[in-house]
C-alpha cells in the first residue's frame, strides 16, 4: 500500500474511532448515572454543556470518567490499527523470492491468448504465455522434452514470424504444415541436403540488372554485412 493510502486510511479510521466514542461516551453517561433515555448523538455533548450548571456539580467526575473511557478506548484502538498499517516492512533474512502463483500470472495477463506471447508453459490447466518482448531461455539435458514442451506448441501457437535451427529437420515435419494452413510462409532452407530438399536463398537477387543501380545496391549489401563501426579497423576486416 502507498504512503498517500495508508495516510487515506488513517484518517477514516479516525473518523470512525471519533464517531464511536461520541456513542461509547453517551451510553456510558446513561449507564454510570442510571438515566433511562434514548441514546443519541448528542447525549454526551448534552451533559458536557451542562458541567457548568450547579445542579450537575455532583455528577461532574462521573461524566468527565464516561468521556475519557468513551472516547479512550477507540482512540487506543485506533493507534493499535497505525503501527501495523505504518510499521516498515521488515527485510527478510534468506530473500523473499517465490515461484508465482496463479494470481501473479493472471496479474501479469500471462494466462490470456497472445498472437505474439511465448509459450513457457501449463498451469492449473491454461497455458502460460510470456508477453512482451522480453526474451526467453531454456535450457535442459538431451531428450527432456524442450521439442515438444516448448518448442513444438510454440511453432503451432505463435502468430508472428520465426527463424528456427532445426537440425534434425523435426520441427519443420510436425509444424510446417499447420503454419502454413494459418497463411504463413514456410521456408525450409537446408543447401547441404542429400535428397535436395530445400528452398534457395541468392542474396545477390537483391541487386538491380541495371548497371546504374548495381554498384549502389552492391554496396548497400556490403554495408549491411560488413557495417562500418568503431572497429571496422579489426584485422578481422
Known amino acids: ?3 498517500n493510502l495508508r495516510i487515506v486510511a488513517a484518517f477514516g479510521l479516525l473518523l470512525l474511532a471519533a464517531i464511536a466514542g461520541i456513542f461509547f461516551s453517551g451510553q456510558l453517561i446513561l449507564m454510570l448515572l442510571k438515566v433511562a433515555a434514548p441514546l443519541s448523538v448528542d447525549t ?3 451533559y458536557v454543556k451542562a458541567l457548568d450548571l450547579p445542579q450537575f456539580a455532583p455528577y461532574a467526575s462521573k461524566i468527565k470518567l464516561a468521556g475519557a473511557i468513551g472516547f479512550g478506548v ?3 484502538a485506533w493507534i493499535a490499527l497505525l503501527i501495523p498499517l505504518f510499521k516498515p516492512k521488515a527485510a527478510a533474512l534468506h530473500g523473499d523470492a517465490r515461484f508465482a502463483s496463479g494470481s501473479d500470472l493472471a496479474k501479469k495477463d500471462m494466462l490470456k491468448p497472445s498472437p505474439t506471447g511465448i509459450v513457457v508453459g501449463k498451469h492449473g490447466g491454461k497455458v502460460v504465455r510470456l508477453p512482451g518482448q522480453q526474451f526467453v531461455i531454456l535450457a535442459a ?8 514442451g516448448i518448442v513444438i506448441p510454440n511453432l503451432l501457437d505463435y502468430q508472428g514470424s520465426v527463424v528456427v535451427l532445426d537440425i534434425k529437420q523435426e520441427n519443420f515435419d510436425l509444424t510446417s504444415g499447420w503454419r502454413k494452413s494459418q497463411g504463413q510462409e514456410v521456408f525450409l532452407f537446408n543447401p547441404f541436403a542429400e535428397d535436395g530438399r530445400t528452398h534457395r536463398w541468392n542474396p545477390l537477387s537483391y541487386i538491380s540488372p541495371d548497371p546504374a543501380f548495381r554498384v549502389s545496391d552492391l554496396m548497400s549489401v556490403a554495408a549491411m554485412l560488413y557495417p ?6 579489426s584485422p578481422q576486416f
Open 74 to 76: 477507540p482512540l487506543l
Open 141 to 148: 539435458p538431451t531428450r527432456s522434452g524442450k521439442g515438444v
Open 1 to 3: 500500500m502507498s504512503s
Open 44 to 46: 454526551y455533548w448534552s
Open 228 to 233: 562500418d563501426g568503431s572497429d571496422a579497423t
